[in-house]
């Protein structure tokens, strides 16, 4: 089994950062795929970025230029830097990580931005 926490979610006003953290436990292997999601109050819960094991990362048009994913493999742990951030953005943010063909979620952090 695979567990996998988020953390660092909170209020934070328009133009503010957040940086979100994933630590992921259990039967890991050396190298796989991390994506965060987040879902919006009403609406479907939607990709925002990835990371492969060798460091490939790809993003939504909407978090383009203003989120920034990342992996630090010793630690088992995933980051997302967000900057900028927009009320559009307010949403529960969810890691996932895909291991031997499963995908594992996290139980997600509420991310707010609002003055």
């Known amino acids: 089994q695979v567990q996998l926490v988020e953390s660092g979610g909170g209020l934070v006003q328009p133009g503010g950062s957040l940086r979100l953290s994933c630590v992921a436990s259990g039967r890991l292997v050396t190298e796989y795929t991390t994506a965060w999601h987040r879902q919006a109050p009403g609406k479907q819960r939607e990709f925002v970025a990835l990371i492969t094991g060798s460091l490939h990362t790809q993003y939504s048009d909407s978090v383009k230029g203003r989120f920034t994913i990342s992996r630090d493999k010793a630690k088992d742990t995933g980051y997302l830097q967000m900057n900028s951030l927009k009320p559009e953005d307010t949403a529960v943010y969810y890691c996932?990580?895909?291991?031997?063909?499963?995908?594992?979620w996290g139980q997600g952090t509420q991310v707010t931005v609002s003055s």
């Open positions: 996932n990580a895909v291991i031997r063909g499963v995908v594992y």
